[in-house]
């Protein structure tokens, strides 16, 4: 799962892959390479399965963040070939919003700022869809093809993001070669200033995100990257301090694993407690190739069982004796929580 950080000049980009990795990055520095960084994903089913078997190892799902190379376009030049380019391979996308005075005074400008990329990603469809449709309409046998990128075409036209307008579910599979920008997911993270951490975001905002189907956190990243940065002891000290239980970062990096519509399965017992991202609709054949690629192949059936009952019964015995431990078959679909012992034959 791979999410890049994207945002106009001095939205603090850097400081927000730093609030979420822990890793020092100093703004500016290597413009034209990206900085990645692996983040687990905070999970509190995998620590209550741990306490119940206390196993070898707990290992959460994990999100691999980009932070990306810098655009020299910024908002008079829209963004470089280069900075678009660098999205196109990503599962999703994250833009870090400046929502704080900068150093010289200037007022923040968020909505112009979520308009601005909407527009550049938008831009940057067309060119591929007509390019592409340019080659098409000059062969036979592509009707559909052609008929879907017209689709996309007038959507674009209408400065519609792909992922507002109405498709199909084999017609968004379809698209997925074409790494659309506007398809992807988009998860904006309003960077504001610590003083303004409690206040409610501004209903344009909110509009905003909801009208375009996105994703929306608020934070303040130098706070955070503060907190990252800190022993687990000291971090654990300053944040009872506020009077919060986590940072805002863990809700962040949740928000991001929600926007790719994953779900955890589970797997318990007393080598690894271990949460497993498996994409929402999965059966569970093809979810036991998450774990090996055997267990796919010969799988015969899947014992489920709901991790709070497990937790509260505190065993698959006794959830089998009060009739909370399922067997299923390779249709089933897996569902978020689901800790599932999968029984195969190779």
């Known amino acids: 799962m791979k999410i890049g950080l994207v945002g106009f000049p001095g939205a603090g980009k850097s400081t927000v892959f730093g609030a979420l990795t822990g890793l020092e990055a100093t703004a500016g520095a290597a413009p034209d390479k990206a900085r990645v960084g692996v983040v687990k994903v905070p999970d509190p089913r995998v620590d209550a399965l741990a306490r119940l ?66 527009a550049e990603t938008i831009l940057a469809d067309l060119e591929v869809v007509e390019q592409r449709l340019g080659r098409l309409e000059r062969e036979r046998g592509r009707e559909r093809e ?112 929600q926007l790719l519509d994953l779900i955890s399965m589970l797997t318990a017992g007393p080598d690894e407690c271990r949460a497993w991202p498996v994409a929402r609709g999965t059966p569970a054949q093809r979810a036991a190739g998450k774990i090996h690629s055997d267990i796919e192949r010969g799988f015969i059936r899947a014992e489920v069982v709901f991790w709070q009952d497990l937790v509260e019964l505190g065993s698959e015995a006794r959830c089998r004796e009060a009739g909370k431990l399922r067997i299923e078959g390779k249709s089933y679909v897996v569902q978020d929580g689901d800790v599932v012992h999968f029984r195969f034959n190779v």
């Open 146 to 257: 052609i008929e879907l990128l017209r689709k996309i075409q007038a959507g674009l036209e209408s400065e519609q993001a792909i992922r507002q307008l109405e498709l199909a579910a084999e017609d968004r599979k379809a698209l997925a070669g074409y790494a659309f920008l506007s398809q992807k997911p988009l998860l904006l993270v309003l960077n504001v200033a610590e003083a303004d951490l409690a206040a409610p975001v501004s209903p344009e905002i909110e509009a905003a995100a909801k009208e375009r189907g996105l994703g929306l956190v608020v934070l303040s990243a130098q706070v955070e990257k503060d907190i990252a940065q800190m022993a687990p002891a000291e971090q654990s000290e300053f944040l009872a301090s506020l009077g919060v239980d986590e940072p805002a970062s863990h809700r962040f990096i949740r928000a991001a694993y």
């Open 53 to 118: 078997f206390d196993p070898k190892k707990k290992t959460y799902a994990e999100i691999t963040f980009s932070d990306l190379p810098a655009s020299h376009g910024g908002h008079g030049g829209g963004l470089d070939r280069a900075a678009l380019n660098a999205m196109r391979p990503l599962d999703a996308l994250c833009q870090v919003v400046r929502a704080f005075a900068n150093p010289a005074g200037d007022p923040p400008q968020p909505l112009r700022e979520i308009l601005d990329l909407a």
